[in-house]
């Protein structure tokens, strides 16, 4: 009986594998069009939704605890019923809904179909890195998850163009932040549409007893990778096993999974929770705001700070652009490229140096973002404070991820992410409600609580096992 990983190892990162990945991508590209990007949709879409901070406060959150409330569902229906079948039912649902969203005449509604195409994106965010995971040798997991993170990067980019293309546009009555939701959907029905050719997960089966199943799949993998004429069969291998199965012959309870998770990985998941919490709303709360503050102050001449900026701002004495420009776009650009480049430059230190260095360097300079906010004035040093805040965290939350998938067997993998998740959702939603309502009245110590939570992170990066202590772990 031959492992499933020291198979995936004998037929190499090959062609089935470069699919998968493709299709992933476009997938996370989508969906990070509708989480980092909906921030540029927000910016657009402010006079004719009449949105305040506590509105677009409240449109973040409910999206969020729409999510929050949904991700144990998904993760337990991806474990039961597969990766791929989850990630096309709820992925051609949400793009619908959103589609939908752009045709809501007014904020309510908005904010109804909204938070309704987040129940159904919780379900991509559970599902995607487990299915892509899944199709890759343990050596390379973390690079090639990093890979498809590579879309982050490039759905800012994506956005902040189209956007400085669409908005500007005198479009009325139809405003181009309408236009822009639309396009944001294109690359979601790409990859959807590659994953309709694309096999369910082997290990999936594996992990419920499916072996004839998992062997079909494998043998695909083997023909694309090695060509039409090789076999597993002509490489020895005659059947699968994976490490950590259930034992067949044993009967579980309805909530055996879920306990297991939770007591024999109470102390690993409990850190992951925190870090997750704290990381994921920073990291995707903070964006919709850097957008609005530097939108608001972009026109002030006199160099301040961001609390100096924001003292006494008052939405009726400041409003809103209502029309914005390519020139408005330029930090979502630039962004973007920061992003995808922190990526690359992620991809390059893993080969090199272990995930807890990396993620520990990343988390200290977020740390000195925090501080630089408090005090810094020229506008391109506040954007590049800003930057420091939010893009490394975007790029450590993978990386954890990745350890979760590692410590966690497979048939674990779904509901681990999922409660991860949750907090990861309601991370974004508190930390949006708490910006929402203390930013403009109490601004230090808005970015100064940040600081507590990264060091607090920091600390608990440290306790996760070694890579090598892991690898024991997961025999």
């Known amino acids: 009986m031959s492992d499933i990983d020291d198979v995936f190892a004998m037929l190499g990162f090959g062609r089935m594998q470069y699919f998968v990945l493709s299709a992933c991508l476009l997938?996370?590209?989508?969906?990070?069009?509708?989480?980092?990007?909906?921030?540029?949709?927000?910016?657009?879409?402010?006079?004719?939704?009449?949105?305040?901070?506590?509105?677009?406060?409240?449109?973040?959150?409910?999206?969020?605890?729409?999510?929050?409330?949904?991700?144990?569902?998904?993760?337990?229906?991806?474990?039961?019923?597969?990766?791929?079948?989850?990630?096309?039912?709820?992925?051609?649902?949400?793009?619908?809904?959103?589609?939908?969203?752009?045709?809501?005449?007014?904020?309510?509604?908005?904010?109804?179909?909204?938070?309704?195409?987040?129940?159904?994106?919780?379900?991509?965010?559970?599902?995607?890195?487990?299915?892509?995971?899944?199709?890759?040798?343990?050596?390379?997991?973390?690079?090639?998850?990093?890979?498809?993170?590579?879309?982050?990067?490039?759905?800012?980019?994506?956005?902040?163009?189209?956007?400085?293309?669409?908005?500007?546009?005198?479009?009325?009555?139809?405003?181009?932040?309408?236009?822009?939701?639309?396009?944001?959907?294109?690359?979601?029905?790409?990859?959807?549409?590659?994953?309709?050719?694309?096999?369910?997960?082997?290990?999936?089966?594996?992990?419920?007893?499916?072996?004839?199943?998992?062997?079909?799949?494998?043998?695909?993998?083997?023909?694309?990778?090695?060509?039409?004429?090789?076999?597993?069969?002509?490489?020895?291998?005659?059947?699968?096993?994976?490490?950590?199965?259930?034992?067949?012959?044993?009967?579980?309870?309805?909530c055996h999974d879920t306990k297991t998770l939770l007591v024999t990985y109470a102390k690993f998941m409990g850190i992951f929770s925190f870090i997750i919490f704290s990381l994921c709303g920073i990291a995707f709360a903070l964006p919709i705001w850097m957008v609005r503050i530097r939108i608001l102050t972009s026109e002030v001449e006199e160099r301040l700070s961001v609390c100096e900026h924001l003292d006494g701002y008052s939405p009726k004495r400041n409003p809103p652009k209502c029309r914005l420009s390519y020139e408005d776009m330029k930090d979502q650009l630039i962004q973007g490229f920061v992003v995808l480049g922190l990526f690359v430059v992620t991809s390059l230190l893993l080969i090199c140096i272990n995930r807890k260095v990396v993620i520990l360097f990343y988390i200290g300079a977020a740390t000195g973002g925090c501080l630089l906010l408090n005090f810094v004035t020229h506008p391109y040093v506040i954007l590049a404070s800003f930057l420091i805040v939010m893009d490394p965290p975007l790029c450590s939350i993978r990386l954890i991820a990745t350890i979760l998938i590692d410590l966690v067997p497979t048939r674990l993998r779904g509901k681990a992410l999922a409660l991860t998740s949750i907090l990861s959702r309601c991370g974004v939603l508190v930390i949006s409600l708490y910006m929402g309502y203390t930013l403009s009245r109490f601004c230090y110590v808005t970015f100064n609580l940040f600081i507590l939570l990264f060091l607090v992170c920091g600390v608990l990066v440290h306790l996760l096992p070694s890579e090598t202590k892991m690898k024991s772990l997961t025999q």
């Open 27 to 254: 997938v996370q590209l989508w969906l990070t069009n509708e989480q980092l990007g909906f921030a540029v949709v927000v910016a657009g879409a402010n006079c004719e939704l009449e949105l305040d901070d506590e509105r677009i406060s409240w449109l973040m959150a409910t999206n969020f605890a729409a999510q929050m409330l949904t991700c144990l569902m998904w993760g337990e229906l991806a474990d039961r019923f597969g990766r791929r079948r989850i990630i096309m039912c709820a992925g051609l649902t949400s793009i619908m809904l959103s589609i939908l969203s752009a045709c809501m005449p007014e904020y309510w509604s908005f904010l109804v179909v909204r938070s309704l195409a987040g129940f159904f994106v919780s379900a991509l965010v559970v599902a995607l890195m487990t299915y892509l995971s899944e199709f890759t040798k343990v050596s390379l997991r973390p690079r090639v998850l990093n890979i498809m993170s590579y879309s982050l990067g490039l759905s800012i980019i994506y956005v902040a163009t189209l956007a400085g293309v669409l908005l500007p546009l005198e479009t009325d009555p139809v405003q181009g932040w309408r236009i822009l939701l639309l396009c944001n959907q294109i690359p979601g029905l790409l990859g959807l549409g590659i994953l309709l050719c694309l096999p369910e997960s082997p290990k999936y089966f594996l992990s419920i007893g499916d072996q004839e199943r998992a062997l079909r799949v494998m043998e695909r993998v083997c023909r694309m990778n090695k060509g039409k004429d090789a076999t597993l069969n002509s490489l020895g291998v005659k059947s699968l096993t994976q490490p950590r199965l259930l034992n067949p012959s044993m009967t579980y309870g309805r």
